[in-house]
C-alpha cells in the first residue's frame, strides 16, 4: 500500500519554527514532484509550496517566500518543509503531495496531515 506519513506538526509560538517531515512508503518516488498543501476549517487547501525532481527547482506561494524552505532526500524517498517565523496565519493542518508530472491530479498521492498551531 502506498503511503505518505506526514510528521512535525505542533504547537508553537509566533516567531518559532517547524520541521514537517514527509516520508514516503510503499512505493518510489523517484520522478515525482513533491508539494506541500494547507488547510484551515472552511477553506479549501492551498498551495504552499513544491520541489521538481531534476532539476530542484523550487516554488511557494507568496505569503512564505522568505520563511519556508522545502527540500528533499531521494535516497531516503522524504521530502521536508522548514518553517521560520511562523505567524498565527499559517495555523493549518500541512498535507504532503506526490504528482506524477503530465498525469491528472486525480493520481496523486496524499498523505494524512499534520496539524501545525502558531499561537501569537
Known amino acids: 500500500q502506498v503511503q505518505l506519513v506526514e510528521s512535525g506538526g505542533g504547537l508553537v509560538q509566533a516567531g518559532g519554527s517547524l520541521r514537517l517531515s514527509c516520508a514516503a512508503a510503499?512505493?518510489?518516488?523517484?520522478?515525482?514532484?513533491m508539494g506541500w498543501f494547507r488547510q484551515t476549517p472552511g477553506k479549501e487547501r492551498e498551495f504552499v509550496a513544491v520541489?521538481?525532481?531534476?532539476?530542484?527547482?523550487?516554488y511557494y506561494t507568496d505569503s512564505v517566500k522568505g520563511r519556508f524552505t522545502i527540500s528533499r532526500d531521494n535516497a531516503k524517498n522524504t521530502v521536508y518543509l522548514q518553517m521560520n517565523s511562523l505567524k498565527p496565519e499559517d495555523t493549518a493542518v500541512y498535507y504532503c503531495n506526490a504528482h506524477a508530472p503530465g498525469s491528472d491530479s486525480v493520481y496523486d498521492y496524499w498523505g494524512q496531515g499534520t496539524q501545525v498551531t502558531v499561537s501569537s
Open positions: 520541489i521538481f525532481y531534476g532539476p530542484e527547482k523550487t
Open positions: 510503499g512505493r518510489n518516488f523517484i520522478g515525482y514532484n
